[in-house]
């Protein structure tokens, strides 16, 4: 009876490989300038919709195209076109924040998502809204039993989304939080003119601060020099409690993310989910996945605002907090398809038998495996170095594109 | 007399406008693809680029400055 939508993040079409591999519902992704990872992530191109739908088409996922920084008179021509083009190539819904968006999408017909980036936080908005969408992402800020009771009164007072069905509600189940209620937040537009409200934040919360008194120039002591770093959410050990709640979408954060983080956390929510359906979700599974999620780029991890706590936790490193990570080695040179075997050439460090790998591509997406066996010029060998070509099984197709990575400890 | 070029890589712009609002005389918002387009700007590969005098020099640098994405370079050459 468990039908939560898994939404996984989309920023490359490594990513986005890594997605449907991990098992994801649905992704979501951005094309030009008009969304909230302008600066961080490759963006999609709109001559690459097509290829996008026909890949999600081919796979059975849905796809969601984000379109939801704060819009100027000049940026109205580019947004329609993106909403015509979208709707050309079947894209599945546009996620929008702003109200001139969200009316044209109503005349084009396109199904339109409320983005969290219009703080939905009461019923009443939700209500609102619904006159345009189907699917509201509430704010990021909410605890989990605000967000039931607007899921209770929207069954309460039937409210429908232009389809005709309930209204669905979304969540973001984990990533990144921001130290601000999403989308108020103009540090990075305040000190580079950079603003997170059109996807080019500059993430001045993620950095080390020391408060000065400027009357007498002291320097106050503070035990977390990070204080405004929010920790990353993870809520994949009280998963139950959202599918429970009746919860339609659960949202993985991460469009500036590598392939393996995307991979990673797509596939251990979809396990959690599966799980949660099956009647076999428990805390040692929950132990299981929370330790492979750390392996990928964290800031350490909290329950958000869900739990009701009533202030932040913050980080206590600068960058990722990862248990994990990779070294690039080198790319692909081609692939052996009766033997099973990828030739490689190594473009730094080294790699040895027993090394754990992972493989990324935009047609391979993500691939972990463990170094058994090196072959160069077809003899056996320990070690490559810097310049060599070398072969190893590798279970998918190999091409230039893709890039070989070696896993360590960090 | 010293001249400058002002170059603008297009396609990275991010479309905020920051540029016009310093020097709205020589930087326009496209209503076609909301990037700012630099005046009378010869393409090459992507680099947009003009060249100014040393009176522009504060206005130009001003919106290499404001730029959040910092695509706007200003070199200057002697003829």
């Given at each position: 009876?468990n039908?939560?939508?898994?939404?996984a993040?989309?920023?490359?079409?490594?990513?986005?490989?890594?997605?449907?591999q991990?098992?994801?519902?649905?992704?979501?992704?951005?094309?030009?300038?008009?969304?909230?990872?302008?600066?961080?992530?490759?963006?999609?191109?709109?001559?690459?919709?097509?290829?996008i739908?026909e890949?999600?088409?081919?796979?059975?996922?849905?796809?969601?195209?984000?379109?939801?920084?704060?819009?100027?008179?000049?940026?109205?021509?580019?947004?329609?076109?993106?909403?015509?083009?979208?709707?050309?190539?079947?894209?599945?819904?546009?996620?929008?924040?702003?109200?001139?968006?969200?009316?044209?999408?109503?005349?084009?017909?396109?199904?339109v998502?409320?983005?969290?980036?219009?703080?939905?936080?009461?019923?009443?908005?939700?209500?609102?809204?619904?006159?345009?969408?189907?699917?509201?992402v509430?704010?990021?800020?909410?605890?989990?039993?605000?967000?039931?009771?607007?899921?209770?009164?929207?069954?309460?007072?039937?409210?429908?989304?232009?389809?005709?069905?309930?209204?669905?509600?979304?969540?973001?189940?984990?990533?990144?939080?921001?130290?601000?209620?999403?989308?108020?937040?103009y540090?990075?537009?305040?000190?580079?003119?950079?603003?997170a409200n059109?996807g080019?934040?500059?993430?001045?919360?993620?950095?080390?601060?020391?408060?000065?008194?400027?009357?007498?120039?002291?320097?106050?002591?503070?035990?977390?020099q990070?204080?405004?770093?929010?920790?990353?959410?993870c809520?994949?050990?009280?998963?139950?409690?959202?599918?429970?709640?009746?919860?339609?979408?659960?949202?993985?954060?991460?469009?500036?993310?590598?392939?393996?983080?995307?991979?990673?956390?797509?596939?251990?929510?979809r396990?959690?989910?599966?799980?949660?359906?099956a009647?076999?979700?428990?805390?040692?599974?929950?132990?299981?996945?929370?330790?492979?999620?750390?392996?990928?780029?964290?800031?350490?991890?909290?329950?958000?605002?869900?739990?009701?706590?009533?202030?932040?936790?913050?980080?206590?490193?600068h960058?990722?907090?990862?248990?994990?990570?990779?070294?690039?080695i080198?790319?692909?040179?081609?692939?052996?398809t009766?033997?099973?075997?990828?030739?490689?050439?190594?473009?730094?460090?080294?790699?040895?038998i027993?090394n754990?790998?992972?493989i990324?591509?935009?047609?391979?997406?993500?691939l972990?495996?463990?170094?058994?066996?090196?072959?160069?010029?077809?003899?056996?060998?320990?070690t490559?170095?810097?310049?060599?070509?070398f072969?190893?099984?590798?279970?998918?197709k190999?091409?230039?594109?893709?890039?070989?990575?070696?896993?360590?400890?960090? | 007399?010293?001249?400058?070029?002002?170059?603008?890589?297009?396609e990275?712009?991010?479309?905020?406008n920051?540029?016009?609002?310093?020097?709205?005389?020589?930087?326009?918002?496209?209503?076609?693809?909301?990037?700012?387009?630099?005046?009378?700007?010869?393409?090459?590969?992507?680099?947009?680029?003009?060249?100014?005098?040393a009176?522009?020099?504060?206005?130009?640098?001003?919106?290499?400055?404001?730029?959040?994405?910092?695509?706007?370079?200003?070199?200057s050459?002697?003829?």
């Amino acid at each position: 009876m468990n039908n939560t939508e898994l939404l996984a993040p989309v920023g490359s079409f490594e990513s986005l490989m890594a997605a449907i591999q991990g098992g994801c519902d649905a992704f979501y992704f951005g094309v030009e300038q008009l969304n909230m990872r302008t600066r961080s992530s490759y963006n999609f191109g709109v001559d690459d919709l097509p290829n996008i739908a026909e890949i999600a088409r081919e796979h059975n996922k849905k796809a969601y195209l984000t379109l939801n920084t704060i819009l100027y008179d000049y940026d109205l021509r580019l947004m329609q076109e993106i909403v015509q083009k979208a709707k050309e190539a079947k894209i599945d819904a546009i996620i929008a924040a702003d109200l001139a968006v969200i009316s044209y999408c109503k005349k084009m017909g396109i199904p339109v998502h409320i983005s969290t980036q219009a703080n939905v936080s009461n019923i009443e908005t939700v209500e609102f809204y619904s006159q345009f969408a189907d699917l509201i992402v509430l704010a990021r800020e909410l605890t989990l039993s605000q967000v039931a009771q607007i899921i209770k009164e929207i069954a309460l007072r039937k409210i429908k989304g232009p389809s005709g069905n309930l209204l669905k509600i979304e969540i973001f189940s984990h990533g990144a939080l921001c130290m601000a209620i999403s989308g108020k937040c103009y540090l990075s537009l305040h000190t580079h003119n950079s603003s997170a409200n059109r996807g080019a934040c500059i993430q001045n919360c993620r950095r080390e601060y020391l408060v000065t008194d400027k009357e007498d120039g002291f320097e106050l002591a503070i035990d977390n020099q990070y204080i405004m770093s929010a920790k990353d959410l993870c809520t994949i050990d009280f998963l139950d409690k959202i599918v429970e709640i009746g919860i339609s979408v659960i949202k993985i954060e991460g469009r500036g993310r590598a392939p393996d983080y995307v991979y990673k956390t797509t596939k251990c929510y979809r396990q959690a989910l599966d799980a949660i359906a099956a009647g076999s979700y428990n805390q040692e599974k929950v132990k299981i996945w929370i330790e492979e999620l750390a392996t990928v780029y964290n800031r350490g991890f909290w329950d958000g605002y869900y739990l009701g706590r009533k202030m932040g936790e913050w980080s206590a490193i600068h960058g990722s907090a990862a248990t994990q990570k990779r070294i690039y080695i080198g790319k692909g040179v081609k692939y052996f398809t009766k033997s099973g075997i990828g030739e490689f050439v190594v473009e730094s460090h080294a790699l040895s038998i027993g090394n754990k790998i992972m493989i990324t591509g935009p047609s391979l997406g993500y691939l972990e495996t463990i170094v058994d066996e090196i072959r160069v010029a077809d003899q056996e060998v320990e070690t490559v170095k810097k310049g060599q070509h070398f072969s190893i099984k590798v279970s998918q197709k190999i091409r230039p594109s893709d890039k070989l990575f070696k896993i360590v400890d960090s | 007399m010293k001249q400058f070029t002002v170059t603008q890589q297009r396609e990275k712009c991010i479309g905020c406008n920051a540029c016009v609002e310093v020097y709205p005389e020589k930087w326009r918002m496209s209503q076609k693809d909301g990037k700012a387009t630099l005046v009378r700007a010869i393409n090459k590969k992507g680099f947009y680029s003009t060249t100014f005098h040393a009176h522009e020099w504060k206005a130009f640098n001003l919106a290499a400055q404001h730029c959040p994405v910092k695509i706007i370079n200003i070199s200057s050459k002697h003829d």
